[in-house]
């Protein structure tokens, strides 16, 4: 079991930045492959990025290539969301989830999710 908590969501205007963070705790919790996906208000859940246990591959949504960052300490146990440049258009609920190695884009594949935290990016 692994359990997921964000942090660092709030209020910005267009252009500024954030940096979001998970902590992660459990069983093997460094060895979990780590994603952010979000979700805007009447929307699915959509990806954002993605990276590997040892941070040897990193994906990201083409929305957000360039502007995001993601990144692990595996001694914190901590996830990150460096967002820069942001729009409008990046306003939503960000969840963190794991799997246990999978790397994927695809939500169905990911078993654990932190309850969320809201970015609004206001124009």
């Known amino acids: 079991q692994v359990q997921l908590v964000e942090s660092g969501g709030g209020l910005v205007q267009a252009g500024d930045s954030l940096r979001l963070s998970c902590a992660a705790s459990?069983?093997?919790?460094?060895?979990?492959?780590l994603a952010w996906f979000r979700q805007a208000p009447g929307k699915e859940r959509v990806f954002v990025a993605a990276?590997?246990?040892?941070?040897?591959?990193?994906n990201y949504a083409d929305s957000v290539k360039g502007r995001f960052t993601i990144s692990r300490d595996n001694a914190k146990n901590t996830l990150y969301l460096q967002m820069n440049s942001l729009r409008p258009e990046d306003t939503a609920v960000y969840y963190c989830?794991?799997?246990?190695?999978?790397?994927?884009?695809?939500?169905?594949?990911?078993?654990?999710w932190g309850q969320g935290t809201q970015v609004t990016v206001s124009s």
């Open positions: 459990g069983r093997a919790s460094s060895t979990y492959t």
């Open positions: 989830a794991a799997n246990g190695g999978l790397f994927s884009t695809k939500s169905v594949l990911y078993n654990y």
């Open positions: 990276i590997t246990r040892s941070g040897a591959n990193i």
